[in-house]
Nanobody, 125 residues
Framework: VQLQASGGGSVQAGGSLRLSCAAS????????MAWFRQAPGKEREFVAA????????YYADSVKGRFTIARDNAKNTVYLTMNSLKPEDTAVYCC???????????????????WGQGTEVTVSS
């Protein structure tokens, strides 16, 4: 599967952005999807994940209550809506797909099979 992320940009603290990740290839609905981010000088970190049907979602504590992950299987797209953005949210955001992934591995980048290119988010204070 190929993943194409978009929607990044520059916003002021408190603002909002919506990232999109469009997938092509195998049926999109067969994948668990996730967003990860990597800030300058830091390791890649888990942001959010959503199961195949969209019925279960998971978030990093740092974004819980501010970010929402959703998917539209008819459009082969996963979204990340980011509200109340903070300067510490500044990073390159990447989407990822996993064929089969157990709950304990959802937050670990090595468990994902496919990665899209990043989209940059900059939040200024």
């Amino acid at each position: 599967v190929q993943l194409q992320a978009s929607g990044g940009g520059s916003v002021q603290a408190g603002g909002s952005l919506r990232l999109s990740c469009a997938a092509s290839g195998r049926p999109f609905s067969s994948y668990t999807m996730a967003w990860f981010r990597q800030a300058p000088g830091k390791e890649r970190e888990f942001v959010a994940a959503i199961r195949r049907s969209g019925g279960s979602t998971y978030y990093a504590d740092s974004v819980k209550g501010r970010f929402t992950i959703a998917r539209d299987n008819a459009k082969n797209t996963v979204y990340l809506t980011m509200n109340s953005l903070k300067p510490e949210d500044t990073a390159v955001y990447c989407c990822a797909a996993a064929n089969d992934i157990v709950l304990s591995a959802l937050r670990h980048s090595h468990a994902y099979d496919y990665w899209g290119q990043g989209t940059e988010v900059t939040v200024s204070s």
